[in-house]
């Protein structure tokens, strides 16, 4: 099994947001008969974000392609994950503040600057 490692930074966390990502990540891999999908408890992670933005049978036909993991209500399993992002902010970023998710892309994408 080849492993998908996307991440998206969206501005809203909105539900269609959600939805236009999972779309994105279904197009981008047409051949995975199942696609792990990694959420958190943000009530838009459901089923009921894609059947509003892209009506029941393709908003379903989409939700349907995932595997989806969440962590249990009252879990601690996304704490690696705040302690990756707090030593990248610690390491690369400083005392900088970034004026946009455009800079934060171009810093991560180019290591060294």
């Known amino acids: 099994m080849r492993r998908l490692e996307t991440l998206f930074a969206t501005a809203d966390r909105s539900a269609a947001e959600f939805a236009a ?5 279904v197009q981008k891999y047409p051949e995975a008969t199942t696609i792990p999908l990694v959420v958190d408890n943000l009530h838009i992670h459901h089923r009921k974000s894609l059947t509003a933005y892209y009506g029941e049978t393709a908003g379903n036909w989409i939700w349907d392609r995932f595997q989806i993991h969440s ?14 992002i707090s030593l990248f902010a610690r390491q690369c970023l400083g005392k900088r503040r970034l ?5 934060v892309k171009e810093l991560v994408s180019s290591p060294g600057k």
């Open 99 to 103: 004026p946009d998710r455009k800079t």
């Open 71 to 84: 962590p249990p209500t009252h879990g601690s399993w996304l704490h690696p994950a705040e302690i990756e």
């Open 21 to 25: 990502v999972d779309c994105h990540l």
